[in-house]
């Protein structure tokens, strides 16, 4: 089985910073593509950033200059560090990435985490 923790959400002002870490355990034999999606009460969720295997990165818009996403191969593990945080990105963050379980198939199955709650206050 394959798991997937995000950590590092909180409170915060407006104007600060947070670190979400998103660790992936279990059966892995690779990752291609890893993401963070959000989704504020009453809305749909939404992606937000994603980092492909080879580490080419994209993001939404309303992000662009503020997050960056980057990850840790050896430690399958994928952040999100979030500067210049506004109260539009109170949400709950969830994680979710491509992974292979296995030599011998070729297959990618998407996992996602439980989430973590940002909430920046104004």
């Known amino acids: 089985q394959v798991q997937l923790v995000e950590s590092g959400g909180g409170l915060v002002q407006a104007g600060g910073s947070l670190r979400l870490s998103c660790a992936a355990s279990?059966?892995?034999?690779?990752?291609?593509?890893m993401r963070w999606f959000r989704q504020a009460p009453g809305k749909q969720r939404e992606l937000v950033a994603v980092?492909?295997?080879?580490?080419?990165?994209n993001y939404v818009d309303s992000v662009k200059g503020r997050f960056t996403i980057s990850r840790d191969n050896a430690k399958n593990t994928v952040y999100l560090q979030m500067n210049s945080l506004k109260p539009e990105d109170t949400a709950v963050y969830y994680c979710?990435?491509?992974?292979?379980?296995?030599?011998?198939?070729?297959?990618?199955?998407?996992?996602w985490g439980q989430g973590t709650q940002v909430t920046v206050s104004s």
């Open positions: 279990g059966s892995i034999f690779s990752i291609n593509a």
């Open positions: 979710n990435a491509d992974i292979r379980i296995s030599s011998v198939t070729y297959q990618y199955t998407t996992y």
């Open positions: 980092i492909g295997g080879s580490g080419t990165t």
